[in-house]
């Protein structure tokens, strides 16, 4: 029997002092504080959401960080500075500071990063996986909240058309997490003994092969995983900025002719600069014959299989071996929610191989099957799935179709409004909700290449300080150019009229204040 | 100019079907359910609380995935399945079965994982965060919470003693990501070339030497990197179960004499078994005199910065190259939110080496200074710090003190106990709320050492069943054990009293069963 070891116990606290703390923790753990402050905040976040879709206030409340900064420093000596003011008081201050300093993504002309104008009931159920702090980890943490997240990843993978009882998933903390840990599997899969004997004794470096238009975490898994970001090679893309399948061919078989180890193809699904899904049969096809993983980033895509409409978008995403999906883009829930997905189900557990007595009981293995820490990186996972989970049941998948659907068709509307003006030139046709786009001015002006870009550029800056709206900047074949989102399904026709116009009648500004 | 492309757009929507989506979208966005919701929700939660607080229900609702999937499976189908019931109505069933089927860890008898009773207040914040959707990653997408994460990693650095403007860090999901993180710089700052030419083209292999009980997320991170697990060496303990700083400095000399690459020293504060916490500043006179990057796991004991009696735990920490602290552990604030601090500012990018046109714009590159996702692995990112700015602005540090004094105190009366009673041993003293012990019967009943072990984990699973208590069960020194931290501050010396009372009645119960 082991004894007890000699180290020196502090002191115990002063009775008092002990008191004191205790009361001081009751008062903050007060169950009706938590109502008071709780009805409180939900109703000023409904005001609020009403007066965004009555398109009031800016989109987003741009100050510098020089000016954000000293403010948000002060408020952390609020509870010194406002002693005197009651909880509710000093509650409401920094919600006000919150929400008048924040992002307003509601605000039907936020139409900018793949990040949505999520839906606020979702937000709701986020709420009560916080405030009773759900986790998860190994099942008995969390009995509910596994349950719920095995119960998604099954169905969700099954729209999509992998076949059920064969594959498996997880959740985890967004897209650049799962596209690393999907890339993991692929590593310790293909490369049996990297994850024990690291990538440290081999000759000739393995490669990745990614869409040249890849999400940047792709190639920062490379970096992260020892393979080096040099060994991140970029597979062509056709005129539509696609993969091209039978430059993907040719490429692959060129590596196994030089005996260069392939990691993976990773293709995208759609790619984040104009939307662009790759034809994933096609990528199947060489990737089975070379014999190589086939991971899919769909990120952004995975949710058109709610659509009829577009579905077929992803046509062959249940043949590649691993894919991503984020639920907290195009399923419009709060951010972070990202799911993984595996073809075969035994590739679950190749991410890790560890074990931790404490946690992962070996004497109840079927246990182990649905424990979430044997196969994301975190150990401690919150409720990710909530939001997911609980509109899902609200509304059925309808409600998703429907985002998909109504968000894609108004980028159309966009496209061919832009198609219309002479002044404006779409950079290309929109397979998603997103488009690139120039103001380009009439020839009279005589601007060159880069004077018009950063004219473009000039442009969004106005309309980012202005408040009006929230577009994004891009390079797209060297060229500056606007890049939109619509992340928000309630944003209209008539938003897109005034975008058009707000963007003409700036450039008209500039133009003139050059001349 | 780029000239737009060939493809074929999809044909448009059928105007009465667009109409529809719109406005089953609509009712989904309604500010007013929204309202509604959130007041029910509110309410439910906060006598919930109050229920828990006075000792009603069970703990863990303990329920078999057998049990679990079945009902989560069915809940999604719950839209079309109770359509004719109003949304309130589904709304509280879909709450009802989480808190119903969820774990309370807000019950003052949750002593279980390192995971807390959180402060319900800070899920207000966080719930605020989640219905607006607050982002970050570039800092024009959430300038308020990235300015707010800034304020608290300067706050807190400098609270632990970092030297304010000279040091820099990051906020991610979890300890575990944390802990990757920061090895990753310590990977790229050691070995410059790994990030872009990988870990394939060494000679010998690198080592990573850590604290013999490391959470199982170091070696991790060791496979993960390209490292391998396998040279993930342990550093030699001392009786007290801290790595013992003459083996370190011998076994880092033996290393170098070796010619092997050093990745890092991984320290811990505290370790996770019994809760202990290396002696810092000998280990930073270790890691200096050998020039090797110092990295401490303070996941769990960062927060005794806010402790008078306690700080003294983590002195040296500052001197440390990285090391990181969950705030979702002792300061009490839902999950996730962990902090990785760099010493250097210099090492706040070497982690990632990369750039997206799209998000970091080179032309503003002051802006990047800031933009959170140059130094995360997320790209974007959830305002994870929103629980805890608005806990520390609305009590102030006193209530981060007050909740480390209480539960180290509580421990500390704990261990008194079990000291004192004839039938339990504890296995340590404590230096944090984490007590390992037994339950020994009397030598009349004869049991030798596994019976002994079997007999506890026996005991621990009653009590998880009937829902009286929450604890765990690991393996120290080769023995099955008993596990408690004290994570819930409501916790009282009754409660300790009522859980030395079940585990004897539990045993008792048992030993008459086999007799």
């Known amino acids: 029997m082991t004894s007890t070891k000699s180290l020196h116990l502090t002191e115990p606290m002063n009775p008092d ?14 169950p009706e504080s938590l109502k008071s402050l709780g009805t409180d905040l939900v109703e000023r976040l409904s005001q609020h959401m009403a007066e965004l879709q009555q398109r009031e206030h800016s989109v987003l409340n741009w100050n510098s960080p020089e000016e954000n900064l000293p403010i948000a420093r002060e408020t952390l000596n609020s509870h010194a500075e406002h002693a005197k003011e009651s909880l509710a008081e000093r509650f409401q201050k920094l919600v006000d500071v919150a929400i008048r300093r924040g992002h307003n993504l509601h605000h039907p002309r936020y139409i900018g990063h793949q990040v949505p104008a999520s839906i606020p009931i979702a937000g709701l159920f986020d709420a009560m996986g916080a405030i009773t702090n759900q986790v998860m980890a190994i099942y008995e943490m969390g009995p509910w909240v596994t349950s719920v997240e095995r119960a998604l990843i099954e169905r969700w993978g099954a729209e999509i058309g992998l076949t059920p009882g064969t594959f498996d998933g997880l959740v985890t ?26 990538f440290t004794d081999g000759n000739a470096s393995p490669v990745l092969v990614a869409h040249a238009d890849s999400h940047y975490c792709v190639t920062r898994s490379a970096g992260m995983l020892g393979l080096g970001t040099e060994n991140c090679l970029k597979a062509k893309l056709d005129p539509l900025r696609r993969i091209d399948p039978q430059a993907l061919d040719e490429q692959l078989a060129q590596l196994r002719k030089d005996n260069r180890p392939i990691l993976a193809v990773s293709a995208a699904a759609c790619a984040t600069p104009i939307g662009a ?3 994933l049969n096609d990528i199947a096809d060489v990737c089975r014959r070379h014999d190589v993983w086939m991971h899919v980033d769909a990120a952004h895509g995975g949710a058109v299989s709610m659509s009829k409409r577009h579905r077929h978008l992803i046509s062959g995403l249940e043949r590649s071996d691993s894919f991503i999906c984020d639920a907290h883009k195009m399923m419009f829930v709060s951010a972070l929610c990202a799911f993984v997905f595996y073809r075969e189900k035994a590739y679950r557990y190749a991410a890790f191989q560890q074990d931790a007595p404490y946690l992962f009981d070996p004497s109840t293995p079927g246990m182990a099957e649905i424990d979430s820490g044997m196969s994301t990186v975190e150990c ?35 496209y061919r409004k832009l198609e219309a003006a002479e002044d404006f030139v779409p950079l290309h046709q929109p397979q998603a909700n997103i488009q690139v786009f120039r103001y380009v001015p009439s020839a009279s002006y005589g601007l060159n290449e880069a004077e018009v870009g950063e004219l473009n550029r000039q442009i969004r800056w106005k309309l980012i300080e202005s408040g009006k709206f929230y577009i994004v900047q891009t390079h797209l074949d060297g060229q500056a150019a606007l890049r939109t989102t619509l992340m928000n399904p309630l944003t209209t026709e008539d938003d897109l009229n005034e975008l058009l116009a707000e963007v003409r009648s700036s450039a008209a500004t500039q133009l003139k204040e050059k001349e």
Chains 1, 2 share one sequence.
């Open 380 to 414: 401690t996972k919150r409720a990710a799935v909530y939001g997911l989970w609980g509109t899902w049941s609200l509304f059925g998948e309808q409600l998703f179709a429907d985002l998909v659907d109504v968000t894609f068709e108004m980028t159309q509307i966009l």
């Open 173 to 198: 903390h967004g897209g650049s997490l799962a596209n690393l840990t999907a890339l993991l599997t692929a590593r310790n899969t293909v490369f049996p003994k990297s994850w024990q004997r690291g």
């Open 17 to 30: 002092a002990f008191t004191d703390a205790q009361q001081r923790i009751a008062a903050a753990y007060s």
């Open 277 to 279: 899904f790759d034809q």
